[in-house]
């Protein structure tokens, strides 16, 4: 049995799919007001709790092998990216769970102490490889899923929306690869015990998605590139007013003004510890091309 945190969430959800297509049990911890109907038809076995509630943690567990933690913040890093992870990993090893993935993010590792996602991540980081529990930490780039609304919208208007420098470089991974590498963690061999950048096969500079998207939808692109100082404008004003959205703002602004790619070597080596190859963003968005619904 798979418990599966976030698993309504584009990755979670994703992972789900995957172990339910490979005929796995699998139990989804989801919120009330969450929309899991998706999951229910697939088969998985639905948890209804709340991941800042300790003996929902608790009760979560029972009779699991495999947790992958999926889940993200909602603005709220301490309880959720940091303490409810650490309760996780407290009750996996009361549990005697076999192996734990923790899906964190490109560049936990840096330093960026403005973000309090990026803090809390790369705490429980370091908490879990202490722990003594078997563990795979995959540091994702950026979710191709998150390109699909842009995608969309170029396709219906041609205008893309770049904030800040647009050379700055990503590797932006297949959610649906970053899902089946979060399953097959927990049995192959050389995932164990490792922390793996996840990333797509291409090194892309911001200013080359409209491109790829360009030849997709067969349009010329408008590019609209404002400067990054006016996020930095508006953080600080909406931060003075609600102090949940000022630190989403901050983990937004460390995401965009800055790199965050998988060197040529660190996609060769996923590769071949998995067995696969990464998918491209531009087969990616092929795909899912006028299938909202999935994305």
Do not use: W
């Not at 990755?11 to 229910?40: C, D, K, M, T, W």
């Not at 950048?197 to 590019?223: C, M, N, T």
């Amino acid at each position: 049995m798979f418990l599966v945190t976030g698993a309504t969430g584009s990755v979670g959800r994703r992972i789900v799919r995957v172990l339910r297509e490979q005929i796995i049990p699998v139990r989804a911890f989801v919120r009330l007001s969450s929309n899991y109907e998706e999951l229910e038809h697939r088969g998985a076995e639905i948890f209804i709790g709340d991941l800042r509630v300790d003996k929902d943690i608790e009760k979560a567990l029972q009779g699991v092998r495999y947790v992958i933690s999926a889940h993200g913040s909602d603005s709220d890093a301490f309880k959720l990216d940091y303490r409810a992870n650490i309760e996780l990993i407290d009750r996996s090893l009361e549990n005697n769970v076999e192996h734990f993935v923790y899906i964190s993010v490109l560049g936990a590792d840096r330093g960026y102490r403005e973000s309090s996602v990026f803090k809390a991540k790369r705490e429980v980081e370091k908490y879990l490889v202490a722990s003594g529990l078997k563990y795979t930490i995959l540091r994702p780039s950026g979710f191709a899923n998150n390109i699909l609304p842009l995608a969309e919208r170029f396709r219906d208007s041609g205008i893309y929306l770049i904030i800040g420098d647009p050379k700055n470089r990503s590797s932006i991974v297949s959610t649906d690869d970053l899902a089946k590498i979060a399953v097959d963690s927990v049995k192959v061999e050389g995932a164990k015990n490792k922390i793996l950048p996840v990333g797509g096969p291409d090194i892309l500079k911001r200013e080359d998605i409209p491109r790829i998207l360009s030849r997709l939808f067969k349009r010329e692109p408008i590019i609209i590139n404002p400067p990054l100082f006016l996020l930095d404008g508006l953080r600080s004003s909406l931060g003075l007013l609600n102090s949940e959205l000022g630190e989403g703002l901050t983990t937004l602004r460390t995401l965009l003004g800055n790199e965050f790619f998988c060197t040529k070597e660190e996609i060769t080596n996923l590769e071949s510890i998995y067995e696969m190859k990464m998918e491209s963003l531009e087969s990616f968005v092929g795909r899912y091309l006028g299938s909202s619904s999935e994305g």
